[in-house]
């Protein structure tokens, strides 16, 4: 397992991925949600919205975070407390979006981080937010 424990978290760490979103994506993402909604999934019915095409459920990328969050910084044995998302822009099939997480305070205490998370496409801000998790600590 890689990842960190939380004596070696450092304020302004930062880790990140990138995903191609695809429509198998996208209806793989309906079908384990539930979320149904045309827009991801109805090109006839997308192309008579504001987004003139289908676009992939915000949750999507907010998932690619929480794969960060998970697998990377601080990684495996991380517990997700909590996570605001504002949804920017859409994320179309075909966009690379590219999520990002940064250490941004770390409470001793409690072993809980607070981390900046965002994703991209095409260097423009579709979903930001922050998280706090409760990072592994060593066993002793």
């Known amino acids: 397992m890689q990842g960190f424990y939380f004596d070696e978290l450092t304020v302004g760490q930062t ?12 209806e793989a993402f309906a079908e384990v949600s539930g979320d149904s909604n045309p827009v991801h999934l109805d ?8 987004f003139g095409q289908r676009i992939a459920h915000g949750m999507l990328s907010a998932a690619y975070i929480s ?4 697998t990377r910084l601080p ?3 991380a517990i997700y407390l909590s996570q605001s998302l504002r949804f920017r822009r859409p994320v179309k099939i075909g966009d690379l979006v590219v999520a990002r997480v ?23 801000t579709v ?13 002793t």
């Open 43 to 50: 090109e006839a019915y997308a192309k008579t919205t504001t």
């Open 127 to 139: 979903v930001d937010g922050e998280a706090l998790v409760i990072a592994p600590r060593r066993a």
């Open 67 to 70: 794969a960060i969050l998970g």
């Open 75 to 77: 990684g495996p044995g």
């Open 102 to 124: 940064t250490v941004k305070a770390l409470d001793e205490s409690r072993g809980h981080v607070t981390l900046e998370t965002a994703c991209e496409v095409s260097g423009k």
């Open 15 to 26: 880790a990140e991925m990138s995903r191609v979103v695809g429509a198998a994506d996208i």
